[in-house]
């Protein structure tokens, strides 16, 4: 008789039972309370005579054949997927471990808007300032684009902010270039959000739990020279007044462009914060339109003034254009000016240009880089950082550090001549 069937539980008086003699473990005699106990142990007796035989150890599992094969395919599904690698998972009792630690049996379906909407009012109701309000409010949206706005708060994991911070899977970065800074940036803004949404109680720890900060890129402040300052004025001349008036207020009196919102968006620089004089002509940047804490008043450099004054108004936004329009215009003239800007905003107004505007060949465009060469330029011709700072709100620390000395002249000029001639670049 095979062993197995002499291994199989019968009932024998009433009682569940085990017994026969067979290979490795010899005479057994075993009475069980019930019929799956008895299953078990038998399960247990077969395993081990089965690996002695085959020249194995001998070892006890309480696995049936399907179990075992059900765990083999698991395990195989583990070591082969990259996001188990990535959250260095390797073994089922691993991946139990993990699950009672991340995934809460108690979590709540929250989706994605009705947290955000939550996480908007928190932060209202702590004061913070409506820039910073307007850039996690786009994140969020952004946020909302690439996962839907009925995904749930709970079912985000470590491995999807990796992959979008770094531009794999779904990110907005697919394909892109990300740099540190902006890494960093994405890792922070989910760190808050989910943050809050573990004081809610939404979910039981954060997704970026354990996410190492990616570092910022250090990069040189860098400043127009004159030619492509004025090829850029050149372009918004003969665009429209309020390109003049954006790229004269960046170029000459350092303006932010949060500082330059176009007409739809939350406090828009208005005509009426301009001061007219003969000289000394002045803007006040109050600190609903400029940083949270910033309130401070411009003077308009003269060349500035005869820029703006010609299209200036007693009152109304000084962009009259919409957000959406405005993001076209000031693409439209970056890619006119030769840099490298994606066409996607302003093909109605040039297809053609549109089409070639990101080819690798120009030169990228700095952020900020018209705000930068108006600090330089100043900066050289005053060589006073605690007057700068005050007409740039920044604090003479960064001002000192990123804009001293950038200014180098040419043969024919010297640094503060190149800089004088700097606010010379006048309208026709």
């Known amino acids: 008789m095979d062993y197995t069937q002499k291994l199989n539980p019968r009932l024998i008086s009433g009682k569940w039972s085990i017994q026969g003699t067979v ?30 035989l085959a020249g194995s150890e001998i070892r006890e599992t309480l696995l049936s054949k399907e179990e075992e094969k059900d765990s083999q395919s698991a395990l195989n599904i583990l070591q082969s997927n990259d996001k188990f690698r990535d959250l260095n998972i390797s073994s089922l009792s691993g991946l139990a471990m993990y699950f009672v630690k991340h995934v809460s049996v108690n979590a709540i379906d929250i989706d994605l808007v009705t947290a955000g909407k939550s996480y908007i009012s928190y932060l209202t109701g702590r004061e913070r300032g409506e820039n910073y309000l307007g850039q996690v409010s786009n994140k969020l949206a952004k946020m909302y684009r690439f996962l839907g706005e009925e995904f749930l708060v709970k079912d985000i994991t470590k491995a999807m902010i990796k992959d979008w911070c770094e531009g794999r899977g779904i990110s907005p970065f697919l394909g892109k270039e990300v740099t540190k800074t902006t890494r960093s940036g994405e890792l922070t803004f989910f760190k808050g959000f989910f943050n809050y949404c573990v004081g809610e109680d939404w979910i039981e720890s954060s997704p970026c739990e354990g996410i190492k900060s990616f570092g910022k890129n250090k990069k ?6 004159l030619e492509d300052s004025e090829k850029i004025m050149r372009i918004a001349e003969s665009f429209s007044g309020e390109a003049v008036c954006y790229f004269a207020l960046s170029l000459f009196a350092g303006l932010r462009p949060e500082e330059l919102r176009p007409k739809d968006e939350e ?3 208005d005509w009426s914060d301009f001061i007219w004089r003969e000289k000394d002509s002045t803007l006040e940047v109050s600190y609903l339109v400029g940083k949270v804490t910033t309130r401070r008043v411009v003077l308009i450099p003269e060349n500035c003034v005869a820029w703006i004054k010609p299209h200036a108004k007693d009152s109304g936004p000084v962009i009259e254009s919409t957000y959406a329009q405005w993001r076209g215009i000031k693409d439209y ?29 120009r030169p990228e465009y700095i952020r900020d880089v018209l705000r930068h060469s108006a600090i330089t330029y100043r900066l050289e011709l005053r060589q006073n950082k605690d007057e700068v700072s005050n007409w740039a709100g920044n604090s003479p620390a960064v001002i000192d550090e990123h804009y001293r000395a950038l200014v180098k002249g040419t043969k024919e000029l010297t640094p503060k001549q190149y800089a004088k001639a700097y606010f010379q670049i006048m309208p026709k």
């Open 23 to 52: 290979p490795v473990l010899g005479r057994i005699r075993k009475q069980y309370p019930t019929r799956d106990i008895a299953l078990l142990e038998s399960q247990k007796f077969i395993a081990k005579v089965s690996n002695s």
């Open 267 to 269: 406090h828009p620089l």
């Open 333 to 361: 003239i970056r890619a006119k000016a030769g840099y490298r800007v994606y066409g996607t905003h302003f093909k109605h107004i040039d297809m053609d240009l549109s089409k070639v505007s990101s080819d690798t060949s």
């Open 220 to 225: 040189m402040t860098v400043a127009l020279n």
